[in-house]
T-cell receptor, first 119, second 108 residues
Framework: DTEVTQTPKHLVMGMTNKKSLKCEQHMGHRAMYWYKQKAKKPPELMFVYSYEKLSINESVPSRFSPECPNSSLLNLHLHALQPEDSALYLC??????????????????FGAGSRLTVL | KNEVEQSPQNLTAQEGEFITINCSYSVGISALHWLQQHPGGGIVSLFMLSSGKKKHGRLIATINIQEKHSSLHITASHPRDSAVYICAVGNTGNQFYFGTGTSLTVIP
């Protein structure tokens, strides 16, 4: 299995709703990422989990709450979002401390994304 | 200042043309990734390379570590190649830096 699976593919929510985005990988990757991507822009890093612990939080508002229940799963809990939070949310994973190449390079695998619309 | 710069930002080509997209970076890296994103879609990894050259079908990627530069070439371009191509560099940790992407349109 060489995939990162994200659900749902599309999500429409109101500003008072609580919802969650889910991400799953079974490649044994120990680093998992949430990125936010607006139209015609590169992905912006939100959070990084390393060995199930939050290692990077790029000053993301608290209305986004990440959770890593185990090494294969990564959730992003959403609450009281704003319309400007509408974007494509991408999950990615990479190996940690186990390079796949002799140079120590880190493979980065993306999911297909969850497109979020906040009304 | 962006750690990763791509050029051109936009590119339109006729079907069958040879296409080159360039990427320069300013940070130390262990590998460079070329990624493809179709409109409204997720990101697909095309190549990861840390030296030399890789080829997959009509796609060729090269990297020059000394010059901190990489190129992505598409031979015999086809309308289905129309997408945004993103260069990203990573180190042995969890830091990845993304270029702003090159939007390619191939006209039949």
């Amino acid at each position: 299995d060489t995939e990162v699976t994200q659900t749902p593919k599309h999500l429409v929510m109101g500003m008072t709703n609580k919802k969650s985005l889910k991400c799953e990988q079974h490649m044994g990757h120990r680093a998992m990422y949430w990125y936010k991507q607006k139209a015609k822009k590169p992905p912006e890093l939100m959070f990084v989990y390393s060995y199930e612990k939050l290692s990077i939080n790029e000053s993301v508002p608290s209305r986004f709450s990440p959770e890593c229940p185990n090494s294969s799963l990564l959730n992003l809990h959403l609450h009281a979002l704003q319309p400007e939070d509408s974007a494509l949310y991408l999950c990615a994973s990479s190996q940690e401390g186990q390079p796949t190449t002799s140079s120590g390079a880190n493979v980065l695998t993306f999911g297909a994304g969850s497109r979020l619309t906040v009304l | 200042k962006n750690e990763v710069e791509q050029s051109p930002q936009n590119l339109t080509a006729q079907e069958g043309e040879f296409i080159t997209i360039n990427c320069s970076y300013s940070v130390g890296i262990s590998a460079l990734h070329w990624l493809q994103q179709h409109p409204g879609g997720g990101i697909v990894s095309l190549f990861m390379l840390s030296s030399g050259k890789k080829k997959h079908g009509r796609l060729i990627a090269t990297i020059n570590i000394q010059e901190k530069h990489s190129s992505l070439h598409i031979t015999a371009s086809h309308p289905r190649d129309s997408a945004v191509y993103i260069c990203a560099v990573g180190n042995t940790g969890n830091q990845f830096y993304f270029g702003t992407g090159t939007s390619l349109t191939v006209i039949p």
